[in-house]
Every structure is written in C-alpha cells, then in structure tokens.
C-alpha cells in the first residue's frame, strides 16, 4: 500500500462504481486494525505519526467510497471528467424544468400527505438516477456522462434535505 494509491487500490477493489457495502466496511475495519497507531505505540512517536498519516488517509477512503454519491464523482474524477459543481453547474433542459416543477410542488404543498408525496416522487427519481450513474460508469465507461448525473443527483439531494426540513416542521 502506498498513501498516493486511488481508493480503491488502497481497499483491494476495482474501480467499479457498483461495490459490495458489507465487504467495504469489513476492508476498513480490517485496514484500520493494521494502521491504528495503537499498534504502534513500542516503536516511537515517528511511527505513530506514519500510522496516523495512514488512519485518516483509509478513514477518508472509506468515507468517499461509502457513499454512491462521492464514490461516482471520485470514480468519475478518476477516468478524467471531474464533476466540478462549484464551477460547472449546466444541466439539461428537462432537468432543469424538473427541478422548477419540484421547487413549486415544494412551496404550493399543504399538509404532510402533499409533502410525503413529493418526497417518494423525488426519492424514486434519486434512485434512477443512481441506477443512470452506475449504468456510465460500469457498463458505458463514460465518465462525462457519469460526472453529468453526478451533478443531478447532487441537486436532488439537497432538494431531498429541502424537503426534509419541510416535513420536520409539519411534524413540529
């Protein structure tokens, strides 16, 4: 192992964006059980240092691969076509006037029942636009396209705490 390697190569899996979670987190443990700087404690402050280094570099891996979001923007990142949302914010047409459609729902929605609706509709469409990402990245190795739905389910998901917030304040 060596700190600079990807992620992946640092867990042992394949750049795929599709992975088995309870194998992940069984990586981790497993990796973390070896860096601990515990185990390093005979051997000087150096040595804890270097292990440190290396707890917080598999901590890090494992919370950018644990997740589909940032494992798909990294993924996509690493096959060349960086999601870069803070600058690249374009989206389809569609998209777009999807969003406005959910933004209005959002604001006109009275009562729960209205909110829990827009909640599924939106959930499902988080869902097949993770299907959409896997789809580029495992099957279509196309990582522009990836980084696109990248930056789409980017935007639902804060529409989805948007939401969130709004439910919890009927619940209030």
């Known amino acids: 192992m060596k700190l600079d390697d990807d992620d992946f190569t640092l867990f ?11 194998g992940l987190d069984a990586r981790w443990r497993s990796l973390q059980a070896e860096v601990h700087p515990d185990r390093f404690a005979s051997e000087g402050a150096a040595a804890q240092r270097v292990a440190m280094q290396w707890a917080v570099r598999v901590n890090e891996a494992y919370q950018r691969l644990k997740n589909p979001l940032t494992r798909g923007a990294y993924l996509a990142g690493l096959r060349g076509a960086r999601v870069d949302a803070e600058r690249n914010t374009a989206m389809p047409l569609d ?4 969003q406005m459609a959910w933004r209005e729902a959002l ?9 829990e609706s827009l909640e599924q509709e939106v959930d499902a469409q988080y869902r097949q636009r993770l299907q959409a990402l896997e789809r580029a990245l495992d099957v279509q190795a196309d990582a522009a396209d990836a980084a696109q739905h990248v930056r789409a389910l980017m935007f639902i998901e804060r529409f989805r ?8 304040q009927n619940h209030a």
């Not at 998209?95 to 999807?98: E, I, N």
């Not at 705490?161 to 919890?168: A, K, L, V």
């Open 12 to 22: 042992g899996l394949p750049p795929r964006f599709a992975l088995d979670r309870s």
């Open 95 to 98: 998209f777009l006037q999807q």
């Open 107 to 115: 604001d006109d929605a009275s009562g729960l029942r209205a909110l």
């Open 161 to 168: 705490e948007d939401i969130g917030r709004r439910i919890e």
